[in-house]
């Protein structure tokens, strides 16, 4: 649970970095260099963390799955989960190979003085990296709604499972659905 969350907050943390401030910034900007350097190191911070993240998952119990009612919606949401993870190492993979052809270990991590190249958009690497991260995006909208849907739809009680604490109503602790009220 503290890595999901963890991890969400750094997600949406370098998404708001690349589109908000590293998008607009020319790269001649030498503020870029400086950005840049916490977007990269946040980003293997991440991979490190899902890494971590999908042991856990493999290793240990998990909850029961919640239900929405609908066999077919219950059938898509393991993949969306998966889905997260295979995005997630996609994103840090293009971040990876768009450092690598653009020679940022130079510039960024060694503090060459080295020039960034005029635009990253030459790179197919940075292209398919903007895409992913609209996609995560995508799919971080759903998995909210389908959280919100849970939550005041079916009441399920699914965001007392995600939180801190001990789980909904269960003596021992053990992470169950409770049925609808």
């Not at 020039?115 to 895409?131: D, E, M, Q």
């Not at 609209?134 to 709604?145: P, R, Y």
């Not at 005041?152 to 602790?173: C, E, I, N, T, Y």
Request: hydrophobic share 55%.
């Amino acid at each position: 649970m503290t890595l999901h969350w963890l991890l969400a907050v750094l997600i949406v943390a370098m998404w708001c970095i690349g589109f908000l401030l590293l998008g607009p910034m020319p790269n001649i900007d030498p503020q870029k260099i400086g950005i840049l350097l916490i977007h990269m190191s946040a980003g293997m911070l991440i991979f490190a963390l899902m890494v971590a993240r999908f042991i856990v998952r493999m290793w240990s119990s998990r909850p029961v799955d919640a239900t929405t009612g609908n066999l077919m919606l219950d059938r898509i949401a393991p993949v969306t989960h998966y889905g997260f993870y295979i995005l997630v190492f996609l994103m840090v993979g293009t971040g990876f190979a768009t450092a690598i052809l653009a020679g940022l270990n130079r510039s960024v991590f060694q503090g060459s003085g080295e020039p960034l190249p005029p635009s990253f958009a030459v790179y197919p690497t940075f292209v398919a990296h903007g895409y992913l991260a609209l996609l995560l995006v995508g799919f971080i909208v759903l998995h909210v709604l389908a959280a919100l849907y849970h939550q005041f739809v079916r009441k399920d009680r699914l965001f007392r499972r995600m939180w801190f604490g001990r789980r909904a109503s269960d003596p021992l602790g053990r992470s169950e659905i409770i049925p609808p009220i």
